[in-house]
């Protein structure tokens, strides 16, 4: 659930929860595109504090490490020094992470790596075993149900493909060795990376200590995503929640806690509006060019939008303020808005395409008709 943007959304998805949106990573089974387009605007990026680029050596970087995770989370120093010792550099993981940009891919090729008739049964499925569960967190939360099942397919296949990589390993990898290009325009991008994984490591030892979880042992994605919903250790710690009531908070074997985290991560994180709209087909007056924000907020009010030439095609609440979403289907373009809740589905993965893609496989997998690709 995260937060956990990646400048380059990378060919093979990560995770969609990282908590710090400047640092994003995909999810887990699927590729995401990777740059703006007309149906991928930039998104709105928060204000970054100065970084150091000075090298520091590896010795140095990991003996500070050990000191501010011990006093930062209480920790003691022998107890990460031990398991760190244990922790080995990835290859394949620094490999991954250096993969060059595929091209962005348009709406109509976008979407059949998320949406097949096969996740649409699987996920038919899933909700029909676990429908009590599921109500029983939209009843909760507002978060329907089929919207948490669409999520869960699209990171790991219904729990089926949640990550064979150590956390602690591909975390360990990218927090001290984050792949360096040469190139002095990427190096301040490079930095923050590293120290973004940097923070998701020590946020891992808080995490073994307070849900009494063996990290060493933990498998994920290879930016260290876990779980069925493929949280990052900082979002596990800020959303995850004890849906079963057992005083833990698992990812990895209780459902429950899963369902409630996902919708958790969605109210707290997206700002979910119960009973509210997620996005409306709209029609864009001839002559009238696609209007792309600069950031992806729903804060146009539908007045603006119809000044600028955008119908909705479907009744929308009175009031409601929206952003215009342009994809490149396969017929021509095709335009929606999306309310505060497609926003929130941005917010679990920074990606308006991944948004429509999840929030149309959810309907699918509720039996409700999706328009062509």
Same mark, same amino acid.
């Given at each position: 659930?995260?937060?956990?943007?990646?400048?380059?959304?990378?060919?093979?998805?990560?995770?969609?929860?990282?908590?710090?949106?400047?640092?994003?990573?995909?999810?887990?089974?699927?590729?995401?595109?990777?740059?703006?387009?007309?149906?991928?605007?930039?998104?709105?990026?928060?204000?970054?504090?100065?970084?150091?680029?000075?090298?520091?050596?590896?010795?140095?970087?990991?003996?500070?490490?050990?000191?501010?995770?011990?006093?930062?989370?209480?920790?003691?120093?022998?107890?990460? %020094?031990?398991?760190?010792? #244990?922790? @080995?550099?990835?290859? /394949? !993981?620094?490999? *991954?992470?250096?993969?060059? &940009?595929? $091209?962005?891919?348009?709406?109509?090729?976008?979407?059949?790596?998320?949406?097949?008739?096969?996740?649409?049964?699987?996920?038919?499925?899933?909700?029909?075993?676990?429908?009590?569960?599921?109500?029983?967190?939209?009843?909760?939360?507002?978060?329907?149900?089929?919207?948490?099942?669409?999520?869960?397919?699209? %990171?790991?296949?219904?729990? #089926?493909? @949640?990550?064979?990589? /150590? !956390?602690?390993? *591909?975390?360990?990898?990218? &927090?001290? $060795?984050?792949?360096?290009?040469?190139?002095?325009?990427?190096?301040?991008?490079?930095?923050?990376?590293?120290?973004?994984?940097?923070?998701?490591?020590?946020?891992?030892?808080?995490?073994?200590?307070?849900?009494?979880?063996?990290?060493?042992?933990?498998?994920?994605?290879?930016?260290?995503?876990?779980?069925?919903?493929?949280?990052?250790?900082?979002?596990?710690?800020?959303?995850? !929640?004890?849906?079963?009531?057992?005083?833990?908070?698992?990812?990895?074997?209780?459902?429950?806690?899963?369902?409630?985290?996902?919708?958790?991560?969605?109210?707290?994180?997206?700002?979910?509006?119960?009973?509210?709209?997620?996005?409306?087909?709209?029609?864009?007056?001839?002559?009238?060019?696609?209007?792309?924000?600069?950031?992806?907020?729903?804060?146009?009010?539908?007045?603006?939008?119809?000044?600028?030439?955008?119908?909705?095609?479907?009744?929308?609440?009175?009031?409601?303020?929206?952003?215009?979403?342009?994809?490149?289907?396969?017929?021509?373009?095709?335009?929606?808005?999306?309310?505060?809740?497609?926003?929130?589905?941005?917010?679990?993965?920074?990606?308006?395409?991944?948004?429509?893609?999840?929030?149309?496989?959810?309907?699918?997998?509720?039996?409700?008709?999706?328009?062509?690709?």
């Amino acid at each position: 659930m995260t937060k956990h943007a990646l400048a380059s959304l990378l060919a093979l998805t990560l995770l969609g929860c990282i908590p710090k949106e400047a640092f994003v990573s995909p999810p887990a089974s699927t590729p995401v595109a990777k740059a703006a387009t007309p149906a991928e605007a930039a998104p709105e990026k928060p204000k970054a504090s100065p970084v150091d680029l000075t090298p520091v050596p590896f010795e140095t970087a990991r003996a500070n490490f050990v000191r501010d995770t011990s006093a930062r989370f209480g920790v003691p120093a022998a107890e990460i %020094e031990a398991t760190l010792a #244990g922790a @080995t550099f990835l290859d /394949s !993981v620094v490999t *991954a992470m250096s993969r060059p &940009a595929e $091209r962005v891919k348009p709406w109509h090729e976008y979407r059949p790596m998320f949406i097949s008739q096969a996740r649409i049964d699987g996920g038919r499925a899933f909700l029909a075993e676990h429908r009590e569960a599921l109500d029983k967190v939209q009843a909760q939360t507002g978060v329907p149900a089929e919207l948490i099942v669409a999520i869960i397919g699209v %990171e790991t296949s219904y729990g #089926g493909n @949640t990550g064979r990589y /150590s !956390v602690l390993d *591909a975390l360990y990898t990218l &927090a001290f $060795r984050y792949p360096r290009s040469g190139d002095p325009a990427k190096l301040e991008r490079e930095v923050r990376r590293e120290l973004f994984f940097r923070d998701e490591l020590a946020q891992l030892f808080a995490l073994g200590r307070e849900e009494k979880l063996d990290i060493a042992a933990l498998k994920g994605s290879y930016a260290g995503a876990m779980g069925l919903g493929q949280f990052m250790p900082s979002s596990y710690r800020e959303f995850a !929640v004890d849906g079963d009531g057992d005083g833990r908070r698992d990812l990895f074997g209780s459902l429950d806690d899963v369902f409630a985290s996902v919708a958790n991560y969605f109210v707290k994180k997206g700002g979910w509006v119960r009973g509210g709209p997620v996005a409306v087909p709209a029609t864009l007056a001839p002559g009238r060019e696609p209007f792309n924000p600069e950031d992806w907020i729903p804060s146009h009010t539908l007045a603006d939008l119809a000044a600028r030439g955008y119908t909705p095609q479907q009744p929308v609440p009175a009031g409601a303020t929206a952003t215009p979403v342009s994809l490149e289907g396969s017929a021509g373009p095709q335009y929606w808005l999306g309310f505060q809740n497609y926003y929130a589905i941005t917010r679990y993965n920074i990606s308006k395409m991944y948004a429509m893609a999840v929030y149309q496989l959810s309907q699918a997998i509720a039996g409700r008709e999706i328009p062509p690709a």
